[in-house]
């Protein structure tokens, strides 16, 4: 159904409707098509924080800000799990509780362990 709905699209307006016994009263395709284009859309805000957390991470480090650089981490490690990279993100959460640990912040060490 999902393909026909497809094909029909990509024929345009004009093209012959898709015939009723093919569709069983559902609209095909509307909405797996509004899933895809919204996974791409929430997948690309996710690239796009990643590349400004990394930016923003350099300059913690720079700063010697600590508690701005776990934060970081964990936004990281949170954006990495967004996008299915699980070993970056897991990286990133254990980097936030090494720095966490550093601090003495149980209660921030104990929130990105349970990540």
Do not use: W
């Not at 898709?18 to 690309?44: C, F, H, I, W, Y």
């Not at 991470?57 to 776990?70: F, P």
């Not at 490690?77 to 090494?98: I, K, M």
């Amino acid at each position: 159904d999902t393909r026909n709905a497809m094909s029909s699209m990509m024929r345009g307006a004009g093209a012959p409707a898709m015939p009723a016994e093919d569709t069983n009263g559902r609209v095909v395709g509307v909405s797996s098509v509004a899933a895809t284009v919204l996974s791409q859309k929430r997948r690309e805000e996710c690239e796009r924080s990643i590349t400004r957390l990394l930016s923003n991470l350099s300059l913690y480090k720079t700063r010697g800000d600590a508690a701005s650089e776990a934060n970081c981490h964990f936004a990281l490690g949170q954006a990495y799990c967004d996008v299915q990279q699980p070993l970056r993100a897991a990286e990133s959460f254990g980097a936030c509780v090494r720095l966490r640990r550093e601090m003495g912040d149980r209660a921030g060490e104990t929130s990105a362990l349970k990540r």
